[in-house]
């Protein structure tokens, strides 16, 4: 494998590319056993899987530096993961155990990582893009270079609140890249029904804001995208948004039958626009990687899949006294 090897079409070493195949396939790996977790009842509560939209937060993390920030809401495995929060802790806290990032106690929705600069899933709805505004203000005020990652769906996207920040960063100059996850379908509702905005990035010209729409199914152009973006806020531009273009494979959450749209549309996305087979075929046929140095990576990341079920099932419940734990009063 000439994994230094750069082609023309990608513009990226042999040695880049296997990491993002690798970093998205952890993703789709990971999200499929939770999603057979989940119907063993393992895992309780809401659980909302990543497959699909692989190539937006590897797309986003490839261009970020330490210190930068990310938080989003509660579609927010694929998130934890790319970041580099270890599968074992995300696992266990999906099921409810000890050795999850919150304990146990958070579950799918609300879990963190401060070493990792994660700063949560968040359970309502455009909760968390003003605590993303507060988070690069914080940046902004310490004087440093760091640019927080704000992820919000086309769903959020109507949400009052995301409009308030948009207002306040542009007043600031805040160091913030708001990315759209627009998967088109707000739990149910397609955005050609919940919107007139042919473009909900554009929304932020009232602002000032700049911003542009990206191909959320190709992991190459999210990075070119994310660089662009990062470079203004980095050189006190103020805020950007990305809106990228993604789409889920599974319903809105393991409970929703997702019959608001025909099986041939998601078939047809899968074989035909997935982010990972679209990788793929760019390794094997410039040669940067072979059928078998794929299965390799394959068998190497469902061992670490399977380890973090295992970890996971092993790790005891919290006892009662976590109650009283991490909280205010």
């Given at each position: 494998m000439a994994a230094r090897k750069t082609t023309e079409k990608s513009n990226v070493s042999g040695e880049e590319l296997l990491k993002y195949y690798r970093d998205m396939l952890l993703i789709r790996r990971f999200e499929e056993?939770?999603?057979?977790?989940y119907g063993m009842g393992l895992i309780g509560g809401f659980c909302h899987l990543y497959i699909g939209q692989e190539a937006v937060v590897v797309g986003l993390e490839a261009a970020a530096k330490d210190g930068d920030k990310r938080i989003t809401s509660y579609r927010d495995h694929g998130h934890m993961l790319a970041c580099g929060m270890d599968p074992k802790g995300v696992m266990a806290e999906?099921?409810?155990?000890?050795?999850g990032y919150s304990k146990g106690k958070g579950g799918s929705m609300h879990m963190f990582s401060k070493e990792k600069h994660f700063y949560g899933g968040h359970g309502i709805v455009?909760?968390?893009?003003?605590?993303?505004?507060?988070?690069?203000?914080?940046?902004k005020y310490k004087g440093n270079d760091n640019v927080t990652f704000t992820y919000f769906g086309d769903g959020a996207a109507n949400q009052g609140q995301?409009?308030?920040?948009?207002?306040?960063?542009?007043?600031?100059?805040?160091?913030?890249?708001?990315?759209?996850?627009n998967n088109q379908y707000a739990m149910g509702t397609s955005t050609k029904r919940?919107?007139?905005?042919?473009?909900l990035w554009e929304r932020g010209a009232a602002y000032g804001i700049k911003g542009e729409a990206v191909d959320g199914m190709d992991v190459m152009a999210v990075k070119a995208a994310a660089e662009k973006a990062i470079a203004a806020c980095r050189a006190g531009e103020g805020p950007y948004i990305l809106e990228v273009m993604t789409y889920r494979y599974r319903g809105h959450s393991m409970s929703d039958p997702a019959k608001y749209r025909t099986r041939e549309e998601v078939q047809k996305m899968r074989e035909e626009r997935d982010p990972i087979e679209r990788v793929r075929e760019m390794l094997v046929s410039s040669g940067q990687a072979s059928d078998e140095d794929l299965k390799a990576i394959d068998k190497e990341i469902k061992a670490i899949v399977n380890?973090?079920?295992e970890f996971s099932k092993d790790s005891p419940e919290p006892s009662l006294d976590e109650l009283w734990t991490d909280i205010y009063a």
């Open positions: 056993k939770a999603g057979q977790l999906l099921t409810g155990r000890e050795g455009g909760a968390q893009v003003p605590l993303g505004t507060g988070l690069a203000f914080s940046d995301v409009y308030e920040s948009y207002n306040m960063a542009e007043l600031w100059n805040l160091p913030v890249v708001y990315v759209i996850e919940a919107t007139k905005s042919p473009n380890e973090s079920a």
